[in-house]
Each structure stands twice: as C-alpha cells, then as structure tokens.
C-alpha cells in the first residue's frame, strides 16, 4: 500500500514535470544557457570588422573607429593623450616632456620606454603623429582578457604575430591575439588602469606609495572603496569620464571642495573625484566636531592613517650619485632586502624602501609649481632642492592639512648652467649599460633638446605627493591622540593650535592654579556666609 502511494505520487510529479518541459530524449542535446550581460549592450564577438586577423594596433583601431567614430577625436582632447597641461593659475606648462622628477628623472630623454604608458602606438620621439586617430590605443584601457601587452622600448607597440624587433637585432617579439583581444572588450578597470598607474616611476608602486598592484584585488582592510568582496569599486567609480576625459588631476588637484555632493542631472563645477562629491562637507552625521574639523584637515588625513600597506613597498629615496659599482669581477651586482626587494643596483645606485608608512603632513591648497627643464637651480649644502613646490597656508582660506609622500632623491645636476639634467637611463644607450654618466647626460640632453656644458655634480631633491588612495574603513581612522599629543602626527603643522600639543607647561600651571584659587575662594565664601548665618 505505501509503495503504490510513492510511485503514484512520483508518476504525478513526472507528468506535471513533462508538461512544463516538455520530453527530454537521452541522444538530445541540451540547450546551451547563455549568461545575461548586464554590463553591455553590444557583443563584439558578433562584429564583423573584429574578425579578422590584426597584425598592429593601429589595425585594430582602424575597425574601432568604424563604429565609434568620435572617440580618436575626444581622446585627442585629453591630457591622456596629450600628456600636457596649461595650469591656469601658474601659466606653466606642464607635461610629461617637459616636468622633471626625483626618481626616473625624465620622459624627455627615454621616450621609447616611457610611452609604453601612453595611450597611443609608436611615440618613440619627437615625431609622433598626435594627430592620427589610428595612433590612438583602445585595447589598453578597454581589456579584458588581461593578455593585452605593450613591448616597453617600443613607443608603446603591439604586435599580432611574432616579429623582429628592432628590425636586424634578432630580437622576437612574440605576437598576441588581437582579434581575440577586441572582440572581449568592455569597460575600463583597476587592471587596465593600473597597468600604468600601479606601476608608474619604473615599478610597481614606486612612485606614489597609495597605489600598486595590491588595489587590483583590494581586501577592505586595504581600502574600504575597492574591496573586491564589498563595494568593489574601479577607478571609474569616482574618477567619472565624460568623453573619454578623467576627472581629476595631479598638475592642479582639488585640495578643497566646497562644491558639495555632485548630483546626476544638475550641471556644476565640482571635481567629481574628491571625498565631497560623495559624501558631502558634513560626512559625520552625529559627530558635529569632526565635521568642524573638516574645515581644517583633509579626510584623507584622518582615514589614510599610513600608506603601502599592501604588501607592495615604495621608493621612498633614490641615490643615483652612487651607482657605477662593480663587484670583484668588475661586473654589475644588486643588493637586496631581507624580503627580496632590490636596495642597490649598479645601474640606478641606492633605495630606500618603505611599506606602512607614516603620511607627512602639509598645508595644501592645490596649487603646484614644478621645476621644468628650463628652470635654473641654485644647490644648496642644507636644503633639498624642491621638484615641486605646494602652495598652502593656516590663512588663505583654500587649504587643508594634507597627508604626503615625500620622495627624496639625489640626481644629476649641471653646475655650469644651473639646471638638472635629463640622462638616458632606458634603452640600448642608457646609462643601465654604459655605466657613463657623461655619455648618458650628453646624448639624454641632445634627445630633450637643453645645452650641457659637460660637468656633472649631484643635488639632493624633494618631490611632494598628495595621499589620497588605499582609505580604510571608519574603524581604523586615526584617533583624537594621533594629532592631540606631545608626539602628534602634526607636529611640523604650524599656523594653528592645537590642543594637548600646542600646551606650555607655565602657562598651563598658571591657569590650574587660577582654576584652583578661584575654586578655593568660592568655597571659603561659601563656608563664611553658612557661619555667619548661624550666628543670627
């Protein structure tokens, strides 16, 4: 009885099954599922112009271009693309060509390698063509296959199949799929943005200390913004673009906003990357006196208590003065770390290496003013020539106390003319192989164009980088004792006063005992008059 009731109730159940399906036979295929994309409208798996084989970048552009025309024409109207912009405020030009720096030194004498960051094919001098939208590079920054690969000394080459590069040297680029690569392309991400800023100044995490490989696949510890398990944030998230040109900058940052919230829909002028644009000039909702403070100190002050904390060490100093040692056998050699991480090459000279480090802190009001090629120098035995110069005071009313990377470097200097110098320092010329730092000056200053009198002498510099990426959670913000203490975080912050750290020990006695008598004589009234009352 039980059994006929099980298998009437398994006959139902198959039959009702059947007809919501209908018949499935042991020889019929199963229909294949596709996924849903929700991230695109488009498949370019579809497209006709994408397959086809592509031997160069420029061939793959030519078919993006197809179909989105205006985009070569926007990118051309980008400081991506241009690598220069017109400070406003300084009236000086300012540009990967023509701004120097503490630790490669200068795009202007190594092209090739530096342009494997740009995002265009072939700039490997002064030639290139910044007119051709065929030279722009779409793949680079719309990947996502993660097998897309600019041969550095190239200007920033791709290659489709496996070619000789340069032509006569025996060199074989291996060539990469292309098509492949095109038709899965979508919206930029941390990796495609962090194919060059993770790894700007000649490695990962070099240059600016809050931004390395590690943010590709941040935990929440690392940055509250990014983690790849929570809000999973890119880059585009607050960096918006709007035809294809990033908000945000490094020439002209917003040091402070007070735009407010950025809201869809209504035009303004506010910088879309700041901390304001989301969360307002009032973020602490019940704490009134974070907020006053926000006034005076920057959020990333406050929530990016140190920095390279993933695991990724920056360049915190770089001595080229004393590169050029070989070992016993006359041959180059590298020291290394306890971790590995190189600190003496004979080619670059000497490092210091830093991994969770203390932010210095600075007034900041966003305007900068850099040292260029054409600027004259005068060395000093005690203080470090400034590569770049930060405007900011307690006074102006525009600047807030900002967290900073300071790069210190000791670079080639020309004591004739008074001016730093660009050497090779990349490719088969480069100071890497010759050893030569005459040879390496005098042709680096011939590729930038700027006389050399021939004297090389060294001069200790100072590059300033606001902090602004790697934002922990609110729970690990620094505390009132960080900055409200006699070690505060602010000791070299002047202009303002700040409690506990800005107390005089006299002044401090003088008004306790002020306090104290003044507490005394309330109570010897009060005990006067209570006595005297009794009395009547």
Known sequence: ????????????????WLAVTGPVFADEPKPEVKPLKLTTTANHTKFKELQQQFLTGPDVTKACLSCHTEAAGQIHRTKHWKWEYLNPATNQKLGKKNVLNNYCISIAANQAACTNCHVGYGWTDNSFDFTSEQNVDCLVCHDTTGSY????????RVFGKDTEFPPGSGNIIKGIN???????IGKTSRDTCGGCHFRGGGGDGVKHGDLDSSMAVPEKELDVHMDALGLDFTCATCHKTSSHDVAGSRYAPTAKDDKGIQTR???GSGNPATCVACHGNGPHKKEARLNQHASKVACQTCHIPTFARGGIPTKMEWDWSTSGKLDKDGKQFAIKDEKGHNIYESRKGDFKLGEDVVPEYAWFNGHVEYTLLTSTIEKSETERTPIN???GSATDGKSLIWPMKVFRGTQPYDPVNKTLVTPHTTGPTGYWKTLVWDKAIEEGMKDSGRPFSGKVDFVKTTMSWPITHMVAPKEKALGCVECHSKESRLAGIQGIYIPVRDNNRLLDTIGWSVIFLTLLGVIGHGALRIVTGRRH
Do not use: D, W
């Open 1 to 16: 009885m039980g059994h006929s009731i099980i298998r009437a109730t398994l006959l139902a159940c198959s039959a009702a």
């Open 149 to 156: 690969k600019k041969e550095s000394g190239t200007g920033g």
């Open 178 to 184: 292309l098509s492949n690569i095109a038709q899965k």
């Open 389 to 391: 110069k930060l405007g």
């Open 265 to 267: 829909g209504k035009a």
